[in-house]
């Protein structure tokens, strides 16, 4: 398939964000045919998210996971794209604890609006948190997370697709 | 301590590449005071190296790690900085995969003329791979990878701190 970092490229797709998040969920599955380690998974997912989003000029500050650390009841930062994180979120707590304890995908327009969002960084105005669920147990595995320096930027048709990558995420990987 | 993105601002060290390194190896530290996860401690690690050398305007393209997976005597892809990339590198096999077999460093001036070099991306020109091993054990638990679109990007000062940060790696995560 040519060279693995092609895979990031999202130009051809024309500015269309749901050709771009079809693309995204195409390009997953390419890259998970034969890997189901998460941490692998993950790292290469944090990076089609990352580029996704900025070939489509949406000015995201942070794209990545943050997993289950079952023994603690809390959030771990996972792979990313971006700058340093918060390390760890505890279940229920700011937004990605929300997704997490609740199974809901939080869809945030203004985070200094959202009474549990925790800053791990200023610049951000907007968020979203999908969880992703084991199929079978129906325990939470982790979070996908992104963050936004524009207000607003996330909409029904980012849940949507997020959701879709969540749900193969689930699937295709061993935690 | 701020804002955790703040520890990825490395613009006050005045393109001194020495000071900058310094830096990324005291704010390696200051996140894992409490923090012995390996993906958790490598995903903030990934951005910290990413943010350190584009401070520096080194145009490197690719800033992460590959971890050893025993089963298979292969490295796998983990958490990264920069465009999608190769999930497997079999031991002995590619730059990373000769790291990880010598436990010696790669510096690599120019990928095209390394007899194994394996491209995840055709931008790449210049590279160093620094191994991670258990102070115990004495087996390879990962390498640093640092891809750079032009050549010879990479020195001795840079060997010196990354073998830094590897120790220090080794020694504060549980893998």
Redesign the interface.
Known sequence: MG???????FSDVDDRKEEALKMLLE?YKA?TID?N?W???L??AS??IW?CYRSLSIDI?WA?FY?V?DDKKEL?????????????IPFGKGICGVAAATQETQLVEDVDKAPHHI?????TKSEIVVPIVNNGTKRTLAVIDIDCRDFNAFEDLDKEYLEQLGKLIGETCIF
């Open positions: 060279y693995h970092a092609n895979l990031a490229d390009n890259l890997q380690n941490v692998c998974n790292s290469n990076s089609l580029h500050n990545g997993f650390n771990l930062l996972g792979p990313f794209q971006g700058k340093v994180a918060c390390q760890t800053a791990c960084d200023g610049d």
